[in-house]
């Protein structure tokens, strides 16, 4: 009914998001209409990629309260340059990509694609030229 699998609601429970209402005999989780509409809030938050924090952040404010307003306003405003340095390094990406694909068209004798993998994989680490992504942390 939330849209969100039974895994991730137990997840969410473990990170304090959300707690059922009860349980019967057979320890199935009781959910209320509030609870459902929690979980789809959460469901909303993380499809727009928020991590856990911000969608702890959200959960606590008040719709009413304009000191929360602002608080919404800030947490958004730092997804948003996450999401805008997230574009930045996929584009960089791409590019990468792109030149490595360029490479090779499957006429050669060898493949230039694996064989600029290889040579890159025997650099040592310190040196060696990381994807744009490989270097960002992680940010759900």
Same mark, same amino acid.
């Given at each position: 009914m939330s849209g969100v699998t039974a895994a991730n609601i137990r997840y969410y429970e473990r990170e304090g @998001? $959300?707690?059922?209402?009860g349980r019967a005999e057979n320890?199935?989780?009781f959910y209320t209409d509030a609870d459902l509409h929690r979980l789809r809030f959460i469901r909303m938050c993380r &499809?727009?990629?928020?991590s856990l924090a911000e969608v702890r952040t959200l959960l606590v404010l008040d719709l009413n309260n304009k000191a929360d307003c602002a608080a919404a306003n800030h947490t958004v405003n730092?997804? @948003?340059?996450?999401?805008?340095?997230?574009l930045h390094e996929l584009q960089i990406l791409e590019q990468e990509l792109l030149a490595l694909r360029d490479r090779?068209?499957?006429?050669d004798a060898r493949c230039h694609i694996?064989?600029?993998?290889?040579?890159?994989?025997? %650099?040592?680490?310190? %040196?060696a030229r990381?994807? &744009?992504?490989? &270097?960002?942390?992680?940010? $759900?």
């Open positions: @998001l $959300v707690q059922p209402s320890d199935y989780r &499809a727009m990629d928020m730092g997804h @948003l340059q996450h999401v805008r340095e997230r090779c068209d499957g006429s694996i064989e600029a993998l290889h040579a890159q994989a025997d %650099e040592p680490l310190e %040196e990381l994807p &744009a992504t490989g &270097a960002s942390k992680r940010h $759900v």
